[in-house]
């Protein structure tokens, strides 16, 4: 069974730019959630779709938004870009029920220049 | 809320020798606990994880831990680690809340690094 699928693997854009990542779930998840991994701040957070709906949303600008697909592919984008917003974004998966294991991709990295 | 502190933000150790990193978290209510791996370039891997039952809990590549409620500590160990252990490892917490809310709250992490 293929793993989390994040896209694109890596990129780079300029201040004021906007974002949009991708990330495709395990097969049959329906649950996917999105973290933002820096050196000083660590893992934080950002949202959590389930069945095209955000359940909980972290402590981050309305900058950062997301969305969820009826295929449960998700996307998060982010607009008028910081240098502060460069950062690994991961994008993890879980199936329905069950403990709350995440299944993580290999995450987006987004610098900004 | 609930916070998870890793005590160690780097960890030495030669080849062979047993490893212990350290985790303790602060909650008002139940929490399940993970441990997680990233190797570099990559995303995180599941270690193993205490949800309830057995305080003793084994995961993958030899690596257990052992939950501790009176000190809010989930320590994790290894007897004898090997040259590609080294890597980041995250400890986590979840509320037990019934299934509503499955945010991570994640630790700063524990760079591990294995020598010949």
């Known amino acids: 069974k293929a793993g989390v699928t994040q896209t694109p693997r890596y990129l780079i854009k300029t201040r004021g730019q906007q974002v949009t990542l991708s990330c495709s779930p395990i097969?049959?998840?329906?649950?996917v959630s999105w973290y933002q991994q820096t050196p000083g701040q660590g893992l934080q957070f950002l949202f959590e779709y389930f069945s095209e709906t955000q359940r909980n949303k972290g402590n981050f600008p309305g900058r950062f938004s997301g969305r969820q697909f009826s295929n449960s592919r998700s996307e998060m984008n982010v607009s008028t870009l910081e240098l502060g917003d460069s950062a690994l974004y991961l994008c993890?998966?879980?199936?329905?029920?069950?403990?709350?294991?995440?299944?993580f991709g290999e995450g987006s990295r987004l610098t900004v220049l | 809320a609930q916070s998870v502190t890793q005590l160690d933000s780097q960890v030495p150790v030669f080849e062979e020798a047993p490893v212990e990193l350290r985790c303790n978290y602060s909650s008002s209510v139940s929490v399940y606990l993970f441990w997680y791996v990233q190797y570099p370039n990559q995303g995180l891997q599941l270690l193993l994880k205490y949800l309830s039952g057995s305080t003793l809990v084994k995961g993958i590549n030899g690596f257990e831990a052992e939950f501790n409620k009176s000190q809010t500590s989930f320590h994790l160990r290894k007897p004898s680690v090997h040259i590609s252990d080294t890597a980041e490892y995250f400890c986590?917490?979840?509320?037990?809340?019934?299934?509503?809310?499955?945010?991570?709250?994640f630790g700063k992490g524990t760079l591990l690094t294995v020598n010949p």
């Open positions: 993890a998966s879980r199936p329905q029920g069950g403990d709350g294991e995440l299944f």
């Open positions: 986590a917490a979840r509320v037990n809340s019934g299934g509503s809310n499955y945010k991570l709250t």
């Open positions: 097969s049959g998840h329906r649950s």
